[in-house]
């Protein structure tokens, strides 16, 4: 299996532009986590997915950020408009059983 | 309030020295518990995790962890460390009787092998 595929890998785009984020997780999980990692606040969960259906949305930070998950083999998140507060590392996981999986990341730089 | 602590914002040792990554977490019932590494410019890839049964887990890459329920701790430990084991490592646990699978993660601990 080749793991949880998110892209890009890297993003660097204009104060005010959008921003579409993708995920692939691994087949036959059917959860779906994304999160935003920076320096100032660590690890924090935006919004997961059970069954291709929004279970908690409590970490968004606000009406800029918005995910889907159209089917259990890809999901979404994007922000528009994009602010250079933004910038952060955005992971993508999905989960077997009781284990998450991580993908590599999306590196986005607003400026 | 559920909580993962990692005390320690760094841990420095010399390589083939054991080594210990703290962790101690404040969660309802009997979690779920796991390790995670993060590479820098990299994923968290999964380590270890604690299910039930014996207290001792063993992971990948020579790891093992100790779980503690009456201290609450779930200790990461490596016999002799490697300077390739150089990276940043997350504690989280999730609650058993939840069915979300969502992760409470401590904010992370250095760990530094030098030769």
């Known amino acids: 299996d080749a793991g949880v595929i998110q892209s890009p890998r890297h993003e660097v785009t204009e104060m005010g532009q959008e921003v579409t984020l993708r995920c692939k997780p691994i087949s036959g999980h059917n959860s779906l986590f994304w999160y935003r990692q920076t320096m100032m606040r660590g690890l924090e969960l935006l919004i997961y997915?059970?069954?291709?259906?929004?279970?908690?949305d409590s970490g968004m930070p606000e009406d800029r950020f918005s995910a889907k998950m159209p089917n259990a083999s890809f999901s979404t998140l994007k922000i528009q408009p994009s602010e250079p507060r933004d910038s952060a590392v955005y992971f993508c996981?999905?989960?077997?059983?009781?284990?998450?999986?991580f993908g590599p990341g999306t590196r986005l730089l607003v400026l | 309030a559920q909580s993962v602590a990692q005390p320690e914002d760094q841990v420095n040792v010399a390589e083939g020295n054991p080594l210990t990554v703290k962790c101690t977490y404040s969660v309802s019932g009997n979690p779920y518990l796991f390790w995670y590494v993060q590479y820098p410019n990299r994923g968290l890839q999964f380590l270890l995790k604690y299910i039930t049964g014996d207290n001792l887990v063993k992971g990948s890459y020579g790891f093992e962890a100790e779980f503690n329920k009456s201290q609450t701790s779930f200790h990461l430990k490596k016999p002799s460390a490697l300077v390739s084991d150089s990276a940043l490592y997350f504690c989280a646990v999730s609650e058993r009787t939840s069915n979300t699978g969502k992760l409470i993660f401590g904010q992370g601990t250095t760990l530094q092998v030098k030769p």
């Open positions: 997915f059970n069954n291709n259906v929004p279970i908690d």
């Open positions: 996981a999905s989960r077997s059983q009781e284990t998450q999986y």
